[in-house]
Every structure is written in C-alpha cells, then in structure tokens.
C-alpha cells in the first residue's frame, strides 16, 4: 500500500526522497498492412445479376405479402413473437408450403426444420394436426451449433427454419445458451452459411417482457428482415408486421387466424372487426385505419353510465388510454357533453388494437351516442384526428381509406377539411357521400342531420 516516506531506507539521509512520474513508454509502431487481391472483384453495379436476389413465393400469401414477394435466397429473416401466439405454427406452415411448390420451384426444395425447443415427435404431431406432412420437409433437433450445420451440410436445404436462435449455443463460445455473446455468434455463423450457400433462413427469436426482441441489438442489424408475430391470446387474430425489410416495405401487416387446423392467412380481415346489428345501437361508430397500406375498417364501441363514485371510471380496451381520456376532456368542455360524473368504457371489436390518431373523431362520436342515447346511423364512418380545440385534423390515406369503406357497403363519411373530394382532387367512390367536418361540433350536427333523415 502506498505511503509518505520521510528518510531514504537505503542511505538513512532525510528529505532526499524525491517523487517523479514514470517516463512514458513509446508508442508502439503500427505494423504495415499488406494489401491483398480480393477473392471477387468490385464490378460494376449495372452488371449486378439481379435473378440473385429474386424474391421466391413461400406459398403463404399474407407473409409474402410482408416479405414484400416472398423469400429471397441467402437472406435471413429474424420473426419474433410472445410465447404461445403461434411462431411455429406459421413456420411449419411455411416449410410444408414450401415444399409443396417444388415442381414450380425446383430449387426451392428441400425445408429443413431445426428445433432447439421441441422433440421431433412433438412437432411431427403438430404437423398431423396441420396437415404439413411432406417427404422433403426434414426436421432435427439440436441445440448444437456444430450439429446444425452438420445437418445443413447433409440435408442441402432451400429453406432453414431455426427454432429458436436463443436455445443453440457453440462450444468454442464461452457463455450459456441464450447469452448476449453466444447469440451474436451462433447468428453470425448462421448468416455467413446463408450468404455463401443461398440459403433462405428463418430465424424464431424470444421477446422480453416489454415486447422487444431478446438479446443483443446487434441481432436486428445482423439479419436482412426483422419481423414481428403479435396477437391477444384470447383471440384468433394474428398479425406479422415488417419492422426492418431489406428487399421490401417496411410498412406491410399481415393478418392471420388461428383455428384448430394450424393458421391461415386473411386476405379481407375487416369483416373481424365488425359487429352486426339488427338495428343501430348508441354508442357504436365504424372507423377506417390503416395498418401499413392496408387500409381496415375498425368499430369502436362506448357505453356511458351513472356513477355514484368520486371518481368514475374509465376503462379502455383496444385503444390508446391517453387519447379516450384527451377525447373525454375534449367532448365536456367543447360540446357540453355531461361525462364527469359517469363512467365510461371503450373499445375496439375483435381484439383488434388501434393507436393512430384517425379513430379519435370515432372515439368521441361514440361516446357522444353512448352518452345522449342515440344511435348513429349503420351506414356511417368517421375518419379524422381531433385536437384539443375541438378541431378536426386531417390523416394520411384518406382516398384509401373511403374505397375500403364503400367496398364493403358504407353511404356516408365524415372526414377532415381538406381531405374530401373536392381537396384531394380523387372522385369520391360510387354510392359514398363524404361530408367535410371543421371540428367535433359540426360532426356531431352533421351526424344528427344524418340520423333524422335515415329515420324520415
């Protein structure tokens, strides 16, 4: 331990001992870097063959949908999801598929399916119930990366399935299985395999508590398209959205239900998120959003009751908590609607979630009828974001979002200033009478208006 010396313990003179820093080491030199000939040389972009990176159809549409065509050879897809919402179900749907279009495809076949978390009789009965039994589907399990690709190298796989990056570890990698460091290596062996061999490969990655992928962010910057499997586990709806797409949008949302037989895709989901009434029921108003580009037609539901607590609850379900409480404050203090000493509950039909600001003038509409007792009317939508003024805001992908509303049967919509057919210079779709609202005032007017004229 460090301390004051007064007298030398050599010579015995005192004051002579005399502190000084060390003298710097020098610099050690860089060695010279040789320069080497690259193995392929640079070459001229335009002469790029791009059959290379031609996206090849797995055969469920909704996921092609989300990989924008379908899998690219050599490219690695991370799909992330909550436990139990069906990850393996849809990629054994995938490898069956897959399977299946090889006279189409021929060097698409075999799918190899690599299970870290399931024996093979647990995924073999699986795939009975499913019915993705196939002779060039191969399954192994193993949580040794050695073993993987030993499997890879036997089998000459078109389509790796990986369930799950977390549970494989390598031996010459210190740490245990699902570790920061053994996750960054087994991924980047994985991905070196499926760039030099053209492998299409699929990766199945655990979530944490939050809903964001487990382990290093290094993982998402390392894989060439990142998605995500959500869905309430009370209901059947599933959907796969593009978080990173590097051969496609990254804005695409797949829909799927889950049933008995496995998974299966849904071209035209809307009809989920729709009740049916024999006659119109306060509280009730139809919005249109969109997730991704595709555009969805969403009810809102409200009921408002007395209550004789302090304070009244509120509770929500489907939607974004902050902006039901903005349009709460919003209804009582610019249109007098009385809500302070009520309770109030909303929700979305379907177990479908909405949080962009396009439901918020059918939000407040709802809770408007829920609160006055009157219904609106069946053919009716409301499109628009409201603003603490009172105001009606204007929303992105308004001319979409009419063509999926008189598709499927609406006469009339409410919609911001500004976004009508007059402003954006698009026809209004054919049998669809859109009215412009300034603010929630005019829009609970002009849905009276309607209301009495549906009545006469």
Same mark, same amino acid.
């Given at each position: 331990?460090?301390?004051?010396?007064?007298?030398?313990?050599?010579?015995?003179?005192?004051?002579?001992?005399?502190?000084? !820093?060390?003298?710097?080491?020098?610099?050690?030199?860089?060695?010279?870097?040789?320069?080497?000939?690259?193995?392929?040389?640079?070459?001229?972009?335009?002469?790029?063959?791009?059959?290379?990176?031609?996206?090849?159809?797995?055969?469920?549409?909704?996921?092609?949908? *989300?990989?924008?065509?379908?899998?690219?050879?050599?490219?690695?897809?991370?799909?992330?999801?909550?436990?139990?919402?069906?990850?393996?179900?849809?990629?054994?749907?995938?490898?069956?598929?897959?399977?299946?279009?090889?006279?189409?495809?021929?060097?698409?076949?075999?799918?190899?399916?690599?299970?870290?978390?399931? &024996? !093979?009789?647990?995924?073999?009965?699986?795939?009975?119930?499913?019915?993705?039994?196939?002779?060039?589907?191969?399954?192994?399990?193993?949580?040794?990366?050695?073993?993987?690709?030993?499997?890879?190298? @036997?089998?000459?796989?078109?389509?790796?399935?990986?369930?799950?990056?977390?549970?494989?570890?390598?031996?010459?990698?210190?740490?245990?299985?699902?570790?920061?460091?053994?996750?960054?290596?087994? @991924?980047?062996?994985?991905?070196?395999?499926?760039?030099?061999?053209?492998? !299409? @490969?699929?990766?199945?990655?655990?979530?944490?508590?939050?809903?964001?992928?487990?382990?290093?962010?290094?993982?998402?910057?390392?894989?060439?398209?990142?998605?995500?499997?959500?869905?309430?586990?009370?209901?059947?709806?599933?959907?796969?959205?593009? *978080?990173?797409?590097?051969?496609?949008?990254?804005?695409?949302?797949?829909?799927?239900?889950?049933?008995?037989?496995?998974?299966?895709?849904?071209?035209?989901?809307?009809?989920?998120?729709? &009740?049916?009434?024999?006659?119109?029921?306060?509280?009730?108003?139809?919005?249109?959003?969109?997730?991704?580009?595709?555009?969805?037609?969403?009810?809102?539901?409200?009921?408002?009751?007395?209550? *004789?607590?302090?304070?009244?609850?509120?509770?929500?379900?489907?939607?974004?908590?902050?902006?039901?409480?903005?349009?709460?404050?919003?209804?009582?203090?610019?249109?007098?609607?009385?809500?302070?000493?009520?309770?109030?509950?909303?929700?979305?039909?379907?177990?479908?979630?909405? @949080?962009?600001?396009?439901?918020?003038?059918? *939000?407040?509409?709802?809770?408007?009828?829920?609160?006055?007792?009157?219904?609106?009317?069946?053919?009716?939508?409301?499109?628009?974001?409201?603003?603490?003024?009172?105001?009606?805001? #204007?929303?992105?992908?308004?001319?979409?979002?009419?063509?999926?509303?008189?598709?499927?049967?609406?006469?009339? !919509?409410?919609?911001?200033?500004?976004?009508?057919?007059?402003?954006?210079?698009?026809?209004? #779709?054919?049998?669809? &009478?859109?009215?412009?609202?300034?603010?929630?005032?005019?829009?609970?007017?002009?849905?009276?208006?309607?209301?009495?004229?549906?009545?006469?």
């Amino acid at each position: 331990m460090p301390k004051w010396v007064g007298r030398c313990p050599d010579c015995g003179s005192w004051g002579s001992v005399v502190e000084a !820093a060390p003298a710097a080491a020098a610099p050690a030199a860089m060695p010279a870097l040789a320069a080497r000939a690259p193995s392929v040389p640079a070459s001229p972009i335009g002469t790029v063959d791009l059959e290379e990176a031609a996206h090849r159809p797995t055969g469920v549409g909704e996921l092609d949908r *989300v990989l924008g065509g379908g899998l690219v050879p050599g490219s690695v897809v991370l799909l992330a999801g909550e436990p139990g919402v069906g990850k393996s179900t849809l990629l054994l749907e995938v490898a069956y598929r897959w399977c299946a279009s090889a006279p189409a495809q021929p060097a698409a076949t075999p799918s190899l399916v690599v299970s870290g978390e399931e &024996s !093979a009789a647990q995924v073999r009965l699986r795939a009975e119930r499913t019915g993705a039994v196939h002779d060039s589907l191969f399954l192994a399990t193993e949580t040794d990366l050695a073993n993987v690709l030993g499997h890879i190298d @036997t089998v000459k796989p078109g389509l790796l399935i990986l369930d799950s990056v977390q549970t494989i570890a390598s031996p010459e990698v210190d740490g245990s299985a699902g570790g920061v460091t053994q996750v960054r290596a087994v @991924t980047a062996a994985l991905v070196a395999v499926a760039k030099e061999r053209g492998i !299409a @490969t699929v990766l199945v990655g655990h979530v944490t508590k939050d809903g964001a992928i487990a382990g290093p962010r290094v993982l998402e910057h390392l894989v060439d398209v990142v998605l995500h499997f959500e869905g309430d586990r009370h209901s059947t709806l599933r959907l796969v959205r593009a *978080v990173k797409n590097r051969f496609g949008a990254a804005d695409e949302v797949g829909c799927f239900e889950m049933h008995d037989g496995g998974i299966r895709g849904l071209a035209d989901p809307s009809g989920l998120f729709l &009740s049916r009434h024999a006659d119109p029921v306060p509280g009730t108003c139809v919005t249109v959003t969109v997730e991704g580009r595709r555009p969805l037609l969403t009810e809102v539901q409200a009921l408002v009751a007395p209550s *004789v607590l302090p304070s009244p609850r509120r509770a929500v379900s489907g939607l974004d908590s902050a902006r039901v409480a903005m349009a709460l404050a919003v209804l009582e203090r610019r249109c007098k609607v009385r809500l302070h000493d009520r309770e109030v509950f909303a929700a979305t039909v379907g177990g479908v979630r909405v @949080t962009e600001p396009s439901a918020d003038l059918a *939000v407040s509409l709802a809770v408007a009828s829920a609160s006055r007792d009157f219904p609106l009317p069946a053919d009716l939508v409301a499109i628009g974001e409201v603003g603490l003024a009172g105001e009606v805001r #204007p929303v992105s992908a308004v001319p979409r979002r009419l063509s999926e509303a008189a598709r499927l049967g609406f006469t009339r !919509a409410l919609v911001p200033v500004g976004c009508g057919p007059a402003a954006t210079g698009v026809d209004a #779709p054919a049998g669809l &009478s859109v009215t412009e609202v300034p603010d929630l005032g005019a829009a609970l007017r002009a849905v009276a208006d309607a209301t009495r004229e549906s009545r006469d």
